[in-house]
């Protein structure tokens, strides 16, 4: 692999697999690329809801508007510039408010990869 | 673990090693904590320069300001929101400008345990 910049308009946003909400993830990096990790933007409308129980470790960027993310541990919500990490086998649900959020993840190991197990 | 936030104000910055310049690191996570990747926040003052091989993959998030990495397949420069990957293996130069740099990272693996191999 060779050193890469990334900007939100090179990824191409799908759905995120198993909702049906306005939440959608885009990798620039993943299990084609040879690297270890999955680098990508994620999109959230407004006042969206996603539970999900983690198969990787994801650490999220937040840079644009605001996410909140509730676990067994309480809720944290996070802005732009801030970051959440989501360890592996914790169950969160991720909410995003009236202004929406773009992130930028990176995944350990590959997220498509572990859902597909 | 559980899931966490992080804002900037969480990181204890340190200055890189191996340099003597106005860059910083600050770990959120690390090998002490028990997750397979850091997660930290780094400092860039105005036009410093670090020139490394990269010994984990480091994913850079900008948060303000901008950086410049020069490595064999040239230069890619990255503001506010944007991402750089630097791959393991490859040797780099990272440049701040007028601006000065923060960034959010993630490494895998840990790079203070791959530095001390």
Known sequence: MRVQKFAVSDAAFER?????GDIFAGNVVDQRHGAPVTIGFGRYGKNQTLEETMTVD?????????LSVSSKA?????GPGEIIH???????TIRSHEEGAVTAYV???????????
Chains 1, 2 share one sequence.
């Open 16 to 20: 995120s697999p198993g909702q049906t």
């Open 58 to 66: 994801d650490v999220m960027v937040v840079l644009e508007g605001r």
């Open 74 to 78: 309480g809720t944290v919500s996070a």
């Open 86 to 92: 989501m360890p592996k086998g914790e169950t969160v």
């Open 107 to 117: 995944t350990y190991p590959h997220w498509q990869e572990a859902r597909a197990d």
